[in-house]
């Protein structure tokens, strides 16, 4: 499998995020104890991190 520039195991990034939100509402739905507050840490933190990839892997290099 081809891995190309700016995405995660040839996925994009915000493919991952969206999968989250599915699973966090879902989780939530069918009754897991999670507060508002945690669910939108759980995001932050998942955003942040993906942003970070993402520009990891789109930010361009110098080599000399």
Known sequence: KEFTM??????????FLAVLQAVL???IVFGFDLSGD????IMA???TVLGL???????????V
Do not use: D, I, K, Y
């Open 6 to 15: 700016g995405t995660l195991f040839g996925r994009e990034p915000a493919m």
């Open 53 to 63: 990839v993402t520009r990891s892997q789109v930010s361009p290099v110098n080599e």
């Open 38 to 41: 945690q669910a939108v840490a």
């Open 25 to 27: 509402g879902a989780v």
């Open 45 to 47: 933190v998942a955003a």
